[in-house]
């Protein structure tokens, strides 16, 4: 989850980044599929790299005999606190902390894609179109590109040289639609 530690770590410390680029991450807490993904990483690696705790129980962070929803909830709690203004969730949650990413070069990269098994990157369009907005809405200058793609490397290596020329101010347009990466049919959302 790079791109959700990314954009976290830019909102919490905003006097440290210069700049900060997200590609294909997942970046509102609130979205269930996203609680999914964290959920199942906590229960299946818990803080481990790698598949440690796979093969053993004791690794898992379970609420035994609790019913599937029920310990998704207690290991969200457990992580972030309730998920209003009374816990962590805000201070954790780029899409509550646009306003922290005014002083930032902030970039936003997304695929889109019609397959349920594309890697989970049509959920994070559905949450990087609506942070997209909020940007604008609080004029926070960003840049968000998207276009056909999958939650994968070969998407990510054009997504980073792209911004690397963004945070160094080499990124012009000149066209419209304009395309921002090497990736085919990707543009910048106005």
């Known amino acids: ?20 680029g997200s590609f294909s991450g997942a970046v509102n807490l609130q979205y269930e599929p996203f609680q999914d993904t964290i959920s199942n990483s906590m229960w299946v690696f818990c803080a481990a790299v790698g598949d ?8 898992r962070v379970t609420f035994p005999p609790s019913p599937p929803e029920d310990e998704e909830t207690l290991r969200l709690l457990n992580l972030f606190g309730p998920p209003d203004t009374s816990g962590n969730w805000p201070t954790h949650d ?12 902030l ?4 695929g889109r894609s019609l397959n349920p098994f594309d890697g989970g990157e049509s959920d994070i369009a559905a949450m990087n179109d609506p942070l997209h907005t909020k940007l ?3 004029d926070v200058p960003h840049r968000y590109c998207s276009g056909f793609g999958t939650h994968s490397f070969a998407y990510w290596r054009n997504d980073l040289v792209d911004f690397l020329d963004f945070a160094e101010g080499k990124s012009q347009c000149n066209v419209s639609p304009c395309r921002c990466t090497e990736n085919s049919g990707w543009t910048v959302q106005p």
């Open 1 to 20: 989850m790079g791109g959700f530690g990314a954009l976290k770590y830019a909102g919490q410390h905003g006097d440290t980044f210069f700049a900060v």
């Open 52 to 59: 440690t705790g796979l093969a053993d129980p004791a690794y």
């Open 107 to 110: 970039a936003l990269y997304s």
């Open 136 to 138: 604008k809405n609080a």
């Open 94 to 105: 780029p899409s509550a902390m646009v306003s922290k990413y005014a002083g930032i070069k």
